[in-house]
């Protein structure tokens, strides 16, 4: 709203002030003023001229007052040189990021092969650990085989204890005999 109140008042301004430019630079010419030992008709001219640059400079004078952008063309060097170091910074942060983004994706490539590494340990253990689980299977049938042997084994060592001393038994009623 106030941008159309600026511009309204700018054109009511300039209108003013032309219309009293052209009647001043009218009666300049009517009156055969001169200025400057000019012609009566250049007078004219050079004063429609002036309420011109008056109509520009009141036009840019209220523009500069009231609307703070504006007052920042008086600074276009430094705002130049602001800009230029803002580009510079950031061509300089793109290329950081360009050196993060190469960074992460062959970070992401090793936890990739990493990953992959892992897997197969992982199934080296399994087939490890299926393997073991067999061994001890195995383990378990020969330990109870095992086991019997050793029942069977004792079983014999106390028959042929039996034996040895029935064998005894009959060599001294045999020699008991033979006597």
Do not use: C
Not at 1 to 25: C, E
Not at 86 to 108: F, G, I, N, P, Y
Request: aromatic share 4%; hydrophobic share 45%.
């Amino acid at each position: 709203m106030a941008g159309y109140i600026l511009v309204l008042s700018v054109l009511i301004l300039g209108g003013v002030i032309a219309t009293v430019g052209d009647r001043l630079g009218y009666r300049v010419g009517k009156a055969r003023l001169s200025w400057f030992n000019l012609r009566p008709r250049h007078t004219a001219v050079l004063v429609t001229i002036l309420t011109g640059g008056i109509i520009s400079a009141t036009t840019l004078g209220i523009l500069f007052a009231v609307n703070k952008q504006l007052r920042g063309v008086f600074q276009l060097e430094e705002l130049e040189t602001q800009r230029q170091t803002a580009l510079a910074e950031l061509d300089q942060v793109r290329q950081e990021k360009a050196a993060m983004e190469s960074t992460l994706l062959q970070a992401q490539q090793r936890q990739q092969e990493a990953q992959a590494r892992l897997t197969t340990i992982n199934q080296s253990l399994a087939q490890a650990q299926r393997r073991q689980i067999q061994t001890q299977a195995r383990l378990q049938a020969v330990a109870r085989q095992a086991a019997q042997l050793r029942q069977e084994s004792l079983a014999l060592e106390e028959a042929a204890a039996g034996w040895r001393q029935e064998a005894g038994q009959l060599r001294q009623e045999s020699a008991d005999l033979l006597r």
